[in-house]
């Protein structure tokens, strides 16, 4: 019978008839009827969708799943929420399953031990006879609008308690994990006395098992056990896998000058040890209260009395891993991929970018900054991560280093690439320590915990580390393995692993002694770095503060624009934040250029040219094959920008203009640079100052530093300051090397 009152219509089992029912009428459902739907709903449930693709419409989908992994060994079942909606009887188990998932888990997953006898176990194969364990895992696939069906995801700060006991979807990010324990779920207690069995079930979660003070049994005529004589009997328990997890919110989503927040994370059975600390999942499970603060309970210990105040985990039931972007982020509707590939055929989509890179930065030295907001370009769009066949691996990110004077703009730099990235991590040098950025291990009482720092957060994205000179050297030294090989080996405590660091660098630093001095080089005195961690990167780039009151002239009137809200149209540019991010996000996902064989012979000739030059001028910024990598990545990234799968000349050469005007400008600025600018009666005193140092010093010959500037300034009648610059332009020459004692020896 089929009765119809306002659009609602229900369906009374047996008999088929059919009567209006309500979501209030589902809180009232026996769990009974949950068991008998959701064995029909297994059995009969087939793929129903034009968009199955290969698969045949009609096909039983977790009926032949489900038989499939029991055939294999694997006693699971995972099901996606999204497929109740295709199901006659999907309405009612999805409300069940949301409302009351404590209830109603445990009865789904004795349905899968009735369809284990039911649909595969037969009298002549070597299955157990009697039905296992049985895991029920949940997935909840996104939607082409970011939406996960009627499951919305929810923010760890969301967790409130009108959520406890239900079941949620939360994003986050692993910081840390707890090695893997066993659970006990069937316990088996036997009394000491008189050897009376009993089998007390536990369920999933921080529970424990009540052991009964009392023994039910007899051990002879009127005599009853002894109080408390119930032992468990290891042999006869049944033990699962669990381990927990520590899950915090996404950098993304903590506000400004708020801490980040986290939570446990107990995953059991076929869920364990499939992620790492970095690794960014969605988590389906219930949202738990318990008593106890430590999450455990002792079997038989003492139980306090009921406490208001509870201690939350979530229970997993399901987690997806996501690689590089979060699942649900990387999803695109068609109009957003068509919007983006008529962008890309656009011929200046290069320089929209370049323009919507940080548009309301401007600087006294023009040039400098734009070739900088090309290079952040380069380093947010990224190269191709390439995987050889002896598995080895080559990186496809790009590092930047910004060494230049107060108040050019770096910070902001760093400010504007962590919006516009869609993984980030902001940073500061001074407040970081090298546990901070890599991995540390913390001792808690159930022994040693990994975290992962910084880097290992930023798996799949950039990490901006402000105020780079500030760190400590052995810091500086703990980040080299994360920069290059991308991965950070630890082997303390007893825990030997690996952890994945796939992100780029975009550090900013200032001269040694604060700004760019005109006595001293700036590539020698005026870098405080060890030439270990400048190879790291790809391009370096030297911004100085130039006095010219034109240019000045331009700032000025720039920030007081800015002030006045004038400059709208220029803060934002061509493409906004969000859709720069978008766009960014579906290069990376959908695009890894490899370089043509011709722009491959550009590039040879070229780097062949360029350590040749070096070798000749002794550079303090090392020239290798690192650098060569540095030109492949940013021709790569280029062409990325544009949606190409090849890298042509064009890009090499781009690529090629900007590694020179970055890490090969800021090496040649040496001796020639101290002499640039320099009025011509300033040079010819300086030459004199030349021809009397070589007078006082013969070839092979030594002299103190400090003598040498003595006899020049007392003796010779010459200023200090041009015996310091002629003292530092013969060391730039290699005429002049220090040596011990603060002595300098002529060469040549």
């Not at 107060?406 to 760093?414: C, D, E, I, N, R």
């Not at 061509?574 to 990376?588: A, D, T």
Request: net charge negative; hydrophobic share 35%.
């Amino acid at each position: 019978m089929m009765l119809q009152e306002d659009g609602a219509i229900r369906v009374i089992e047996g008999d088929r008839d059919e009567r209006p029912i309500g979501e209030s009428e589902y809180n009232n459902v026996e769990m009974q009827v949950v068991h008998n739907k959701f064995k029909n709903f297994v059995r009969e449930f087939a793929y129903n969708s034009p968009g199955a693709g290969s698969i045949n419409i009609g096909t039983l989908k977790y009926r032949e799943q489900f038989q499939l992994n029991i055939r294999r060994g694997f006693y699971h079942l995972e099901i996606s929420l999204n497929d109740f909606s295709g199901h006659e009887d999907g309405e009612i188990l999805c409300h069940c399953l949301k409302e009351k998932p404590t209830e109603a888990v445990p009865i789904c997953e004795k349905a899968l031990q009735e369809l284990y006898l039911e649909l595969v176990k037969q009298p002549d194969d070597d299955l157990p006879e009697n039905p296992p364990a049985i895991q029920l895992q949940f997935t909840c696939d996104a939607d082409l609008d970011g939406s996960f069906g009627t499951m919305k995801p929810l923010m760890i700060r969301e967790l409130n308690s009108d959520v406890v006991e239900k079941m949620v979807v939360v994003q986050g990010i692993v910081v840390s994990m707890k090695k893997a324990r066993h659970k006990a779920r069937k316990v088996t207690v036997k009394c000491s006395n008189c050897e009376n069995v009993k089998e007390i079930f536990v369920g999933a979660g921080f529970c424990g098992a009540h052991v009964p003070s009392a023994c039910d049994g007899n051990s002879g005529v009127n005599e009853k056990c002894p109080p408390n004589s119930f032992v468990v009997a290891d042999d006869l328990c049944d033990f699962v896998d669990e381990q927990t997890l520590k899950l915090q919110e996404l950098p993304e989503h903590v506000p400004i000058g708020e801490m980040p927040r986290s939570f446990d994370l107990l995953v059991h059975h076929y869920n364990v040890d499939l992620c790492t600390p970095g690794s960014r999942l969605t988590a389906i499970g219930i949202f738990c209260a318990t008593e106890n603060s430590a999450g455990e309970k002792t079997i038989g210990g003492n139980q306090k009395g009921a406490s208001t105040v509870k201690w939350s985990y979530l229970n997993a039931l399901g987690i997806t891993v996501g690689q590089g972007n979060m699942p649900g982020q990387v999803q695109f509707t068609r109009e957003e991929e068509e919007r983006f590939r008529q962008l890309a055929r656009d011929p200046d989509v290069r320089q929209k970018v370049y323009k919507s890179i940080a548009p309301s930065i401007c600087a006294s030295s023009k040039d400098v900054v734009d070739d900088v907001k090309k290079a952040v370009a380069c380093l947010l769009f990224g190269g191709s991560r390439k995987h050889l066949p002896d598995g080895t691996r080559m990186r496809g990110d790009i590092n930047i280093l910004l060494l230049g004077d107060p108040g050019t703009a770096k910070s902001q730099f760093l400010k504007f690439s962590e919006k516009a990235a869609p993984i980030s991590v902001y940073t500061s040098g001074k407040g970081s320590s090298a546990a901070g950025l890599t991995a540390a291990i913390r001792q808690d009482g159930d022994g040693f915990t990994l975290e992962g720092g910084a880097m290992v957060l930023a798996d799949g994205g950039i990490v901006c580390i402000d105020e780079f000179d500030k760190m400590d050297v052995k810091d500086r030294v703990a980040i080299h393995e994360a920069m290059e090989q991308q991965t950070i080996s630890i082997a303390k405590a007893g825990i030997t692993t690996m952890l994945n660091t796939r992100c780029s660098v975009l550090a900013a630093a200032n001269p040694s002694f604060g700004s760019f001095s005109d006595n001293l080089s700036n590539t020698a005195e005026q870098m405080d770095f060890e030439t270990t961690i400048l190879s790291r990167f790809d391009m370096l780039f030297l911004v100085k503060d130039v006095r010219d009151p034109e240019r000045d002239y331009g700032l000025a009137k720039h920030m007081s624009s800015l002030h006045m809200g004038e400059a709208t149209m220029e803060r934002e540019g061509p493409l906004s934040v969000i859709e720069l991010r978008n766009y960014i996000r579906y290069c990376r996902i959908n695009c890894h250029p490899r370089l043509h064989p011709d722009a491959g012979e550009v590039l040879k000739n070229h780097y062949v040219k360029i350590r040749a030059e070096m070798k000749e001028e002794k550079s303090n910024i090392p020239i290798t094959v690192r650098q060569l990598e540095a030109i492949i990545r940013i021709s790569e990234s280029l062409a990325k920008m544009q949606l190409r799968d090849e890298v042509e000349i064009g890009h090499v050469e781009e690529a090629l203009r900007l590694f020179n005007v970055s890490t090969l400008d800021s090496a040649n600025k040496g001796a020639s640079n101290l002499e640039f600018g320099l009025p011509e009666a300033e040079r010819d005193e300086i030459q004199k100052a030349e021809e009397q140092i070589r007078r006082l010093i013969p070839r092979g010959g030594r002299k103190n530093q400090f003598q040498l500037r003595s006899l020049l300034v007392s003796a010779s009648g010459i200023e200090e300051r041009i015996a310091n610059k002629a003292i530092q332009i013969m060391k730039m020459r290699r005429e002049l090397e220090e040596r011990n004692n603060n002595t300098l020896q002529r060469v040549n």
